[in-house]
T-cell receptor, first 111, second 118 residues
Framework: GESVGLHLPTLSVQEGDNSIINCAYSNSASDYFIWYKQESGKGPQFIIDIRSNMDKRQGQRVTVLLNKTVKHLSLQIAATQPGDSAVYFCAEIRGAQKLVFGQGTRLTINP | KAGVTQTPRYLIKTRGQQVTLSCSPISGHRSVSWYQQTPGQGLQFLFEYFSETQRNKGNFPGRFSGRQFSNSRSEMNVSTLELGDSALYLC?????????????????FGPGTRLTVL
């Protein structure tokens, strides 16, 4: 069945610290992964993506790491800011070219 | 460029009724996907349309249907509403259908329609 899940449902970090949000997936055939951020009252917002032929990709303050051996994906946010508070979803393109989302991790930034 | 818009933003219906939700994609985007978001099930794929054709469908009963018009605008319908249909319904658009890794696949989401079934 569907199985893109997150290790922790909530994560609290101090402002200025780095955050790491983890995600496990079960389908080794998936070859494209995306991280989305969803703020309260809004739809998910694309953050960064990675293809399976890469193990790391960097954006502005964000880095996605992909470990295909253990089917694990992580999102690192550097120097977290209050505006980073949101729910973060990992998603994968799996069979029939549809997007499958994980349950989400709520990131809270403490001042 | 305007983002994805969804109407209405909020809707309250009673069991047994039907509902139609509307989505206007970003200008130039031809692929529209619909998702249901609930606290218990998370984000679940409903269906995806491209060039007025349904390309993919998720595991939802036939009460859920949709269509896409020639201007790429899309509607989804839910008939015979049940309490469990209460959810946030999200629409996402992209230039091309989701495949594997092209920037043209990137889906941009609207704010959603919050449906409450009483």
């Amino acid at each position: 069945g569907e199985s893109v899940g997150l290790h922790l449902p909530t994560l609290s970090v101090q402002e200025g610290d780095n955050s790491i949000i983890n995600c496990a997936y079960s389908n080794s055939a998936s070859d494209y992964f995306i991280w989305y951020k969803q703020e309260s009252g809004k739809g998910p917002q694309f953050i960064i993506d990675i293809r399976s032929n890469m193990d790391k990709r960097q954006g502005q303050r964000v880095t996605v790491l992909l470990n295909k051996t253990v089917k694990h994906l992580s999102l690192q946010i550097a120097a977290t800011q209050p505006g980073d508070s949101a729910v973060y979803f990992c998603a994968e393109i799996r069979g029939a070219q549809k997007l499958v989302f994980g349950q989400g991790t709520r990131l809270t930034i403490n001042p | 460029k305007a983002g994805v818009t969804q109407t209405p933003r909020y809707l309250i219906k009673t069991r047994g009724q039907q509902v139609t939700l509307s989505c206007s994609p970003i200008s130039g985007h031809r692929s529209v996907s619909w998702y249901q978001q609930t606290p218990g099930q998370g984000l679940q794929f409903l269906f995806e349309y491209f060039s007025e054709t349904q390309r993919n469908k998720g595991n939802f009963p036939g009460r859920f249907s949709g269509r896409q018009f020639s201007n790429s605008r899309s509607e989804m319908n839910v008939s015979t509403l049940e309490l469990g249909d209460s959810a946030l319904y999200l629409c996402a658009s992209s230039l091309e259908p989701p495949t594997s890794g092209s920037s043209a696949d990137t889906q941009y989401f609207g704010p959603g329609t919050r449906l409450t079934v009483l």
